[in-house]
């Protein structure tokens, strides 16, 4: 069943004038992603107990229902606003300014209208149950497609028009003629332009961009930890934590250094004796004097030809350097 598309062209009002077709992309966007999840709602509630009835049988009917009502009351929504404004003197019973707020309202006075016996009962209303079979619903209404995207966003943008009283979410310019809003539009900070980062699919309005552009996980980024490498925001974290040799680590050998991974080889070969004293200390805890352990160690280096206790990045690493080595000397008629 197909829902009505709310019309890009200009639209005429208040006479004869034009009026601005543009409104805030990534907030009808939002406002779209509201209407899945509130449809999920009603269709739950209203088949709650009834074996014979399953969400997705009445979610059609369910659908066209809910459109035609939340249009209904934004349509009238600025001009019952100004009524109750004026005739109401408490100001916690005023209607909200905020388009999402608002039409979360409509959307739940149309859902309490629908629910059967178990769901006026407010126990299933806050059940984790409920928000569990919600969600659930959501995901299968998303593999279907039963509802795309683009259509809820036709929708949205006729809701967000309507009701977005102080017009922060759309343009409110009006021109007598199609050549004047021509020539506005073009320069309109309401229109829609594609994000520039490639792999990002986003329609942003122009004055959203730069907010867009500083969140877009597109973006090519220089390393956050000053490396060299250049990579998309979205894999920023994970680069940092597992692969950038800039990230920051504690000596494995326990003296208390910090450094950037990619000194790592550097640091082993400055502290070789201090890295060794303490791996002597714990394995000959009571064989050496503290002087004796430092003669050993020198001693050790010694023997090492290739230079493999340098090149050991870890305790467990140097420790088998370190006994193979002592095996030699012991062999070998060393002290």
Known sequence: MELPVADPGPVRAEGLLLQCPYCDSEAMHKLAQLLLPG????????TTGDLFRKPSVVAVDMR???VDYVTQRSETFISDSLIESE???DEEKEMPE?????????MDDFSSTKRNIIGHVSGWLMSDSREDKIDDFVQEMEMTRFWPLERREAIAEVLLKNVDLKTK?????KYENEERLADHKAQCSFRPVTCPNDGCRAKVSVRCMTDHDSACLFKILTCEQSCEKRLMRRDMDRHCVTVCPMRPMKCPFGCDSSFPERNLEQHCSEFLQAHLHKLLKAIHKKGFTDEGLKDHALLLEKHDNDGKLAKSRDVRSLTNVVKNLEAKMKNGGSS
Request: hydrophobic fraction near 45%; charged fraction near 20%.
């Open 169 to 173: 979410y759309h343009c409110p310019e």
């Open 39 to 46: 449809l999920a709602a009603v269709c739950i509630d209203c």
């Open 98 to 106: 905020d388009p999402f707020e608002v039409v979360s309202i409509f």
């Open 64 to 66: 066209k229902e809910m």
């Open 87 to 89: 005739a109401s003197q």
